[in-house]
């Protein structure tokens, strides 16, 4: 039901909506010496540290670093040199390394760790004068949907739009600041298995997880080598395919780089077609029938209704397509797949070479101190992930539990294949609900964790790119003992939505193209408040 | 499949994790529920088909046998309080 409430699209408290120009067109101002990016530079460490304070977005911040490349880029744009995130106020996910800059992943395990080194895809935005403001929270390694599972000694980021709840997880540092910052700002975040698009959904910003392989993870803190993939988050989708431009490309240092990976923004960066058509004009929109349905809340269901009917209004072509294997299996065989992988990556940690090195003792032998170096490290889910690996990789476990797994994601991988014989784009829900509050997330057990990211495990297993863009606004109450409520003292918050889209390998251009077509809805009340 | 306190223990120990009791306890159920998630792909019929290690089929990416610039030993032993003499100091082997 529609409310005859604030239309978040057009009114001024507009969370996604702050006036913050584009960031092509910032950059721009850049190029032509338009920008002082030393006090521009100044204003975004400010206002970030001033809602980091509120909401624990970052890490840490990176001050000293943004003002020597703010005046790094001053002094080639002076002399005429142009870069594509030039002046660019970009925040870096904690799990990728940044030369001198602590990079712990959100974990004790990488305590102090300031690599001599910086990651591929932090290096190529450096390159085109982006200026990094700190590292932001997440989930320890990447291990969670909600970023409250964050590491021993880390802070737990919350919701921009209601802090008694969860920004989503694990990239949830990203989607905030990106979310609440009213300067041009671009996000590096990480997915394995829906870590970008988690997020952007709760936090109501666009969340682009490329293609396995086109962006370097060389440099990246790693959670699961076969399913991680580093991405963008932006105000708007623009915003986050600009990025992911630059992220993007082929990378001798990391074996899984893809050989023709790269993605060009240039090409579509204008929002027609040559002849003039809407670019989405006889795009097949496969609209993904098995989430929709129970578990997903009505509101949701709704607003992302509207969102596919906003494309074939554009001229894109909708129809039902399911998987059933993916939505039924699928959740199982990504976390088996992770948890697996998450195991053996994860030995490296043994308080010796970086990271949380207790003291050695005469009294313990390598099995004696690495156990205890990774016992006093790790948080709760990460020791659980890794256990459970350990216990899928146990002798006489493995053909049952892994190599099975294995081998329904070549199922899944075919069901997708299937699916994009039909259609050229699949759409659904990004997350079966609101962001929840942290008293109800506290409640769920890890399984109840997991099922949460039905919706995402999918193009995540099968290495596809996929887009969460916000599709609509739910009202609802704040959470109960918060001090949310504005200055007009109403309990009533605004929760966005996410919808997602998903193109086959390498055709993230048409994410673009399609997710630039849906605006966010009206508020809706929500009906059920649970 | 059965999961008990001494199950955990044992997994424990491989992984090289120790835990407390309150920690064993917790996820005795925890782990009886996840598996049950996991028994759940006993149900599909792989018969036709091939483990994915990858989702895309990666070629063999070699580089080429030729030296190239790397960390000095000075910056890889600059994370860690356990070096000596220019190597890296670990636990007692014997």
């Known amino acids: ?530 | 499949m059965d999961v008990t306190t001494d199950t955990i223990r044992h997994i424990a120990k491989l992984a090289r994790l120790s835990l407390t009791e309150a920690e064993v306890e917790a996820f005795v159920p925890q782990f009886q529920e996840i598996l049950g998630l996991f028994a759940e792909l006993d149900a599909v019929d792989v018969s036709e088909a091939a483990p994915s290690f990858h989702a895309l089929q990666l070629g063999e990416a070699l580089a080429d046998d030729a030296p190239e610039a790397c960390l000095s030993q000075e910056q890889a032993l600059s994370l860690t309080p356990h070096r000596q003499d220019g190597y890296f100091k670990g636990p007692k082997v014997v």
Not at chain 1, 77 to 102: F, M, T
Request: proline share 5%; hydrophobic share 40%; aromatic share 6%.
């Open chain 1, 1 to 530: 039901m529609v409310r005859a409430g604030p239309d978040k699209e057009g009114s001024s408290e507009a969370p996604v909506q702050r006036g913050a120009l584009p960031v092509a067109a910032f950059v721009a101002q850049v190029n032509a010496c338009a920008v002082d990016v030393v006090a521009h530079t100044e204003q975004a460490l400010t206002e970030l540290a001033a809602l980091d304070e509120q909401h624990h977005f970052f890490t840490v911040m990176t001050p000293e670093l943004a003002r020597a490349q703010a005046q790094a880029v001053t002094a080639k744009i002076a002399q005429g040199w142009k870069g594509r995130l030039a002046g660019v106020p970009l925040s870096v996910k904690d799990c990728l390394c940044v030369e001198g800059v602590l990079s712990q992943a959100g974990s004790k395990a990488l305590e102090g760790y300031a690599p001599v080194f910086s990651a591929t895809a932090v290096q190529r935005c450096i390159d085109e004068g982006a200026i990094i403001v700190g590292k932001t929270s997440q989930d320890e390694f990447g291990f969670g949907s909600f970023s409250t599972n964050v590491g021993i000694g880390f802070a737990v980021p919350t919701n921009p739009h209601d802090p008694s709840r969860a920004c989503g997880g694990s990239s949830g540092g990203s989607a905030g600041v990106t979310a609440l910052t009213r300067l041009p700002h671009l996000s590096i975040a990480e997915s394995t298995g829906g870590s970008i698009a988690s997020p952007a959904s709760f936090c109501g910003v666009a969340g682009l997880c490329p293609t396995y392989g086109q962006v370097s993870r060389y440099g990246l803190l790693d959670y699961a080598n076969s399913l991680d993939k580093i991405g963008s988050m932006g105000k708007s989708v623009d915003d986050a395919a600009l990025l992911l431009s630059v992220m993007a490309g082929h990378d001798t240092k990391d074996s899984t780089s893809l050989p023709d990976a790269g993605f060009d923004y240039s090409a579509i960066a204008s929002t027609r077609a040559a002849d003039g058509l809407s670019p989405v004009e006889g795009l097949r929109i496969g609209v993904l029938a098995d989430f929709f349905g129970e578990g997903v809340l009505p509101e949701v269901r709704e607003h992302v209704q509207r969102a596919a009917q906003q494309l074939a209004d554009a001229g894109a072509r909708l129809k039902s397509v399911s998987l059933p294997l993916t939505a039924k299996q699928g959740v199982g065989a990504y976390y088996m797949t992770a948890v697996t992988e998450a195991s053996t990556n994860l030995a490296k940690y043994c308080g010796i070479r970086y990271g949380h090195a207790p003291a050695l003792s005469v009294d313990e032998d390598f099995n004696a101190s690495f156990t205890r170096a990774r016992s006093e490290s790790f948080g709760t889910e990460a020791k659980r992930r890794i256990m459970l690996g350990t216990f899928a990789r146990m002798a006489g476990y493995r053909d049952a539990y892994y190599i099975r797994a294995a081998k329904v994601r070549t199922l899944i991988l075919r069901e997708y294949e299937e699916a994009f014989s039909k259609v050229d784009v699949l759409l659904c829900p990004t997350m079966p609900v609101l962001p929840p509050r942290f008293d109800e997330i506290a409640k769920l057990t890890p399984l109840q964790n997991y099922l949460m990211d039905i919706m995402t495990v999918g193009p995540n297993l099968a290495g596809l790119p996929h887009l969460s863009v916000p599709c609509g606004w739910v009202a609802a109450d704040a959470g109960r003992g918060s001090a949310v409520g504005g200055a007009g003292g109403s309990d009533t918050v605004f929760l966005p939505v996410g919808c997602m889209l998903i193109s086959p390998h390498k055709r993230e251009d048409v994410l673009v193209q399609a997710g630039r077509i849906i605006r966010p809805a009206p508020a809706l009340a929500k009906g059920d408040e649970s």
